[in-house]
């Protein structure tokens, strides 16, 4: 079974930044893409980033580039998501995921921007 934990979520205020990592169990993590997905509360959910399987490429919503970096670590079974320049709406709950949809999401991780 998949499973997939984010942590790394919290409060900050405007401008500042989080780093969320995404950690494995052990399944064959480094034959995945990773999406990160969130969803801010009565919407459904966003893709942020997504990441290649090798972590060669990377894409992000437009909302978010220049601010988010997806990055990985296949041999710590681990992805990262970290967050600069956060906005209120950057708010949300944000999963880790096999698919963009976030349908295979696992645990997510709470932001909260606010001064």
């Known amino acids: 079974e998949v499973q997939l934990v984010a942590s790394g979520g919290g409060l900050v205020q405007p401008g500042g930044s989080l780093t969320l990592s995404c950690a494995a169990n052990?399944?064959?993590?480094?034959?995945?893409?990773i999406y990160w997905v969130r969803q801010h509360p009565g919407q459904g959910f966003e893709w942020v980033c997504d990441?290649?399987?090798?972590?060669?490429?990377?894409d992000c919503a437009d909302s978010v580039k220049g601010r988010f970096t997806i990055s990985r670590n296949n041999a710590q079974k681990t992805a990262y998501l970290k967050l600069n320049g956060l906005k209120t709406e950057d708010a949300g709950m944000y999963y880790c995921?096999?698919?963009?949809?976030?349908?295979?999401r696992g645990q997510g991780t709470q932001v909260t921007v606010s001064s």
């Open positions: 995921a096999l698919d963009k949809s976030g349908s295979t």
């Open positions: 990441i290649n399987n090798e972590g060669t490429k990377t």
């Open positions: 052990n399944f064959g993590f480094g034959y995945f893409a």
